[in-house]
């Protein structure tokens, strides 16, 4: 009898491709590094936390690719608040520039990304439609900015120190000075919004919205440490802040701009 | 002691909070400071493909509209091929769409907006092909890390019906909360969305 054996070879290995680990993919998000939905000590969490479980899916093209931006998205002062809205001379407060690079988890900078801050002023209050603390609107301060990074994923802005003010959580809760950031990184899956806080500020350790972060490093890698080394003398202190986005397993475009 | 693998951790996530707009979409603070801004408006009178309108709010848990949220959506354009180096599909790319888009709900109806075009069928890593979807992005004030889900088309039953995600969803009934609703009005294509944060028609939320 003459049967023909089955193929023994694997027919995936006929494929064209050589063979690569690095799919385009994000590593797995952390997420016990992250606050939980649900932090009932930051009580707006509570009614807008969903309750399923997010259902887990592989990265798909949807979730590699991302918005690019280029310098012509953004305007010459965008990352100058002390001037950006200045009307009649520059805003009241502690000048200083914040710095430092956008990487992720593999280390490499991630360059050409659009970093966005937004801050209240030296006295704690945000030009904002829906804030009404007491503090007074500054007329020469805006209180938000926008930064490409460079190729190495460098980025830098010049403000003013913004000031810590109450909130309705407790009746006496007052968030720590801070600064929000708005990061994109190569793909969708990257996005990311936080706020940098400000070494030594002691309403660090209570304030209800940082302490929803479950990880004592997690929360102190958002603390940016006073940089001397940056200050520019009779100018402007100078604070330090890295952003870590999440690895990419890809080295589909290191020769390009816009990719990593 | 094996070697170390040294890999650095992702910053954590803090919310956007309630003045997300002053950053984001400052005219809706209530100021005018770039001279160049980003919208909800994602097509230019060149863009390719069918005009649409995505309409929606996001509800708490007690059904309530939020009224500071911020909205970011990424699609693919009309033939289907995302405006980005990493899709490698055979779509056309069209210039004259970035695919991308920010919008705030309305402060008082808590409505949410975005002129866009509706996009095409994508192929996924694995050569699969999947619906028409826009990928959504949720962040807020109470919403201590961004909420990604996406939005599919009522008008593209077959597809769905086999899109890779969708048919992952169980269970089975779940699946609604992941589509919009097709509607014509004054001359417009509307499709109406509701992201439900909480309760029994939750909306399917991703950890992509």
Known sequence: MNVQAPALQDPRLNRPEPFTPRDGGFFQRDRTIHPPAYAPGYKSSVLRSPRQSLLSIENSVSEITGPVF????????????????????????????????????????VPNTLVEFWQANAGGRYRHKKDTYLAPIDPNFGGCGRALTDDTGYYYFRTVKPGPYPWRNFVNSWRP???????????????????????GDPLIPICPILTTIPDKDALDRLVAPLDLNAATPFDSLAYRFDIVLRGQRSTYFENRPEGN | ???????????????????????????????????????????????????????????????????????????????????????????????????????????????????????????????????PHVNVWIVARGINIGLNTRLYFSDEEAANTADPVLTLVEPPVRRKTLIATRSERAGKTVYSFTINLQGPDETVFFDV
């Open chain 1, 70 to 109: 280029g310098h012509n998205d953004l305007g010459p002062l965008d990352n100058d608040l002390i001037r950006n809205y200045a009307k009649d001379g520059d805003p009241v407060g502690e000048r200083i520039v914040v710095h430092g690079r956008v990487l992720d988890e593999t280390g490499r900078g």
């Open chain 1, 177 to 199: 000075a801070h600064i929000h950031f708005s990061v994109f990184g190569s793909g969708f899956a990257q996005r990311l919004i936080t706020q940098m806080y400000f070494e």
């Open chain 2, 1 to 131: 002691m094996p070697q170390p693998l040294n890999y650095l951790k992702e910053t954590a996530s803090q919310t956007a909070g309630p003045y997300v707009h002053i950053g984001l979409i400052p005219a809706m603070a209530g100021f005018d400071i770039f001279e160049k801004n980003f919208s909800n408006v994602l097509v230019t009178p060149n863009t390719k493909g069918d005009r649409i309108v995505l309409e929606g709010k996001v509800l708490d848990g007690s059904g309530s509209p939020l009224r500071d949220v911020l909205l970011e959506i990424w699609q693919a354009n009309a033939a289907g091929c995302y405006n980005h180096p990493a899709d490698r599909s055979a779509g056309a790319r069209d210039q004259d769409f970035r695919g991308w888009g920010r919008g705030g709900s309305d402060f008082e109806s808590g409505l949410v907006t975005f002129e866009t075009i509706k996009p095409g069928a994508i192929v996924d890593g694995a050569g699969r092909k999947c619906a």
